[in-house]
């Protein structure tokens, strides 16, 4: 007992110093896949990312992997700029949020998450070869030549163990006040020299500082109109050097002579050594050939803005409408990588910053109130000038 308690009174204390040395996080999407010691290509990734009314955002992401490497891959390591805090339940470390690995799906075309395959001019098809594991073929349309039509093909292996790092308590709060958080991928077949692999990454984390309102103040601001969120996407190379610079900077912020400020330093400096710098080494790689961005606004709306900058260009209009079953949805897509963006000006880095605003039905109705009391009142007071 009196170790629990101990553990928790420095678990308050350690949130509390990261509080005052760490700002609120961005709700910001995007993925780096690294393999450590290895070299991994990644021929197409498609980031769906659906914006919800309480500020939350659902991402899906498809990634076809490569191995460039004389050796095989067993686990690739995953750094998502989103925080999904982990508490003790039952003397269980719990997970807040949804994340799974949705591989499977690809088995299944008609799920809801392979919509953006069942559009007008893309397709999809499960194909068998004699091996237990099967192929996924998508095609989709060149961003060079829309005429011409890429076939990206790649086994399905399922399951592959989805899971959250093992660090220490206190790291998952450094990691929870910086708003980010680190998965493993094992893969249950090692993934062979210049093997393609499908994998899918389904995620639901809460909602983030920025985004965050309390039910009373999401109402009032939704009736009068201004409930509004703040979105930002970027490159998975700004993933890999936001992470690096945010863990430097609480490294530096953080005295050694406190002790709790001590343990936070020992165990931000631990996560750089033992996730940053073995994703910066010599002989660990990751190439990303086509990378396609979708932001689905849902009942949020059209975007109140959203402004691009470095390695990334427009895929089509600012929105484009595309029909899901038998209803037209708002999408608003961006492409990257080096199919799509040859000259790589930034390195590859991008940033998307977005803005949503919701705007309810029944407020586009409110405002012709007004006109007819306005033409009541004109009316009734021309009647009365003529009565005199």
């Known amino acids: 007992m009196a170790s629990r308690a101990r553990h928790c009174t420095e678990g308050r204390s350690a949130k509390s110093h990261l509080r005052r040395a760490t700002s609120a996080a961005t709700a910001s999407c995007c993925v780096f896949v690294f393999a450590r010691n290895r070299k991994v290509q990644l021929e197409y990734v498609a980031e769906s990312i659906l914006l919800a ?12 992997v490569t191995n460039k490497s004389p050796q095989p891959i067993t686990k690739l ?3 998502y700029p989103h925080a999904y805090p982990v508490i003790n339940q039952d003397g269980r470390p719990t997970m807040l949020g949804e994340l799974d690995d949705a591989t499977h799906l690809f088995l299944r075309p008609r799920d809801s998450l392979n919509a953006l395959y069942n559009l007008a001019g893309n397709r999809m098809s499960v194909e068998s070869d004699g091996d237990p594991d099967p192929i996924l073929r998508v095609y989709q349309p060149d961003p060079s030549c829309p005429s011409r039509m890429l076939d990206y093909q790649g086994r399905v292996v399922v399951p ?18 910086l708003g980010w958080s680190i998965f493993e991928w094992d893969l249950r077949k090692p993934l062979e020299c210049n093997d393609r692999r499908w994998l899918r990454l389904h995620t639901r984390p809460l909602a983030s500082a920025v985004n ?8 009032l601001r939704m009736i009068s109109g201004r409930l509004r969120y703040s979105y930002e996407i970027f490159s998975p190379a700004d993933v890999l050097y936001r992470f690096d610079v945010a863990l430097s900077s609480l490294v530096h912020i953080l005295e050694p002579r406190d002790y709790i400020q001590a ?5 931000a400096t631990g996560l750089r050594q033992e996730w940053i710098e073995p994703a910066l080494a010599e002989g660990t790689e990751t190439h990303i050939c086509d990378w396609r961005i979708h932001v689905f606004p849902r009942r949020l ?9 470095g390695d990334v260009v427009q895929a089509g209009g600012i929105p484009n409408f595309v029909r899901i079953g038998p209803r037209e949805v708002i999408v608003y897509e961006w492409k990257a990588g080096k199919v799509n ?7 590859g880095k991008f940033t998307i910053s977005i803005e949503a605003s919701y705007d309810p039905a029944y407020l586009a109705w409110l405002r012709w109130i007004p006109l007819p009391i306005a033409v009541w009142w004109l009316v009734e007071r021309l ?3 003529i009565a005199r």
């Open 212 to 219: 965050r309102r309390t039910a009373w103040r999401r109402f």
């Open 160 to 177: 592959a163990g989805l899971t959250t790092a093992e660090l220490s308590p206190m790291q998952f709060s450094i990691l929870e006040a």
């Open 53 to 64: 009314p309480d500020g939350r955002i659902e991402s899906s992401t498809d990634l076809l």
């Open 263 to 267: 343990k936070l330093l020992r165990a």
């Open 301 to 309: 709306g059209r975007l109140a803005h959203a402004d691009r900058a």
């Open 341 to 347: 963006v040859p000259e790589q000006r930034h390195n």
């Open 77 to 79: 390591e995953l750094l």
């Open 383 to 385: 009647a009365n000038l």
